[in-house]
T-cell receptor, first 112, second 116 residues
């Protein structure tokens, strides 16, 4: 049974520092992995999707890496800003058919 | 079409009442998903549709829960005889499924249910 873990559960950094968020999964047979952002009381905003054949994906200040063999993905956010404060969730998809399986998220606070 | 929409955004109901939520996906998306999220946790899968066909249901979806997507467009999720444990954020997502393509799921703002 696939389990997705995100450690730490919470993180606080000063503005300008780079953020490193971790996601681990127990079954390496994944189809893809998706990173989301969630603001308090809101829905999820998709940040990046990495296919199982890819090693990384980049969008602006965001870079996500994927190491299937070790069951890990890392989301890097460069030069953090207070507006980056949110909960970041990773989710894996086992096959092309359907559901995402989520970690519990990492709550990030960027202090000015 | 600017994204997935959900109504209502908030619902407070008394234990034992029935509630129904609606999700309108992105118009060209053929896949629609329902998830439930409790405080401090990631969303948990409930069910999904390919057009109007319900293809998978989680064990979390007890007999009190039913979902429909009658014309392959909007979807409704009904909870009968609500219990306090049903209090959660109910999230809808949609995607365009194409064999062999890795496609993103786009989420709506959610419906927050409080059962008193």
């Amino acid at each position: 049974k696939q389990e997705v873990t995100q450690i730490p559960a919470a993180l606080s950094v000063p503005e300008g520092e780079n953020l490193v968020l971790n996601c681990s999964f127990t079954d390496s047979a994944i189809y893809n992995l998706q990173w989301f952002r969630q603001d308090p009381g809101k829905g999820l905003t998709s940040l990046l999707l990495i296919q199982s054949s890819q090693r990384e994906q980049t969008s602006g200040r965001l870079n996500a890496s994927l190491d299937k063999s070790s069951g890990r993905s890392t989301l890097y956010i460069a030069a953090s800003q207070p507006g980056d404060s949110a909960t970041y969730l990773c989710a894996v998809k086992a096959d092309s058919w359907g559901k995402l399986q989520f970690g519990a998220g990492t709550q990030v606070v960027v202090t000015p | 079409d600017t994204g997935v929409s959900q109504n209502p955004r908030h619902k407070i109901t008394k234990r034992g009442q029935n509630v129904t939520f609606r999700c309108d996906p992105i118009s060209e998306h053929n896949r629609l998903y329902w998830y439930r999220q409790t405080l401090g946790q990631g969303p948990e899968f409930l069910t999904y549709f390919q057009n109007e066909a319900q293809l998978e249901k989680s064990r979390l979806l007890s007999d009190r829960f039913s979902a429909e997507r009658p014309k392959g467009s909007f979807s409704t999720l009904e909870i009968q005889r609500t219990e306090q444990g049903d209090s959660a954020m109910y999230l809808c997502a949609s995607s365009h499924w194409d064999p062999g393509l890795a496609v993103e799921q786009y989420f709506g703002p959610g419906t927050r249910l409080t059962v008193t």
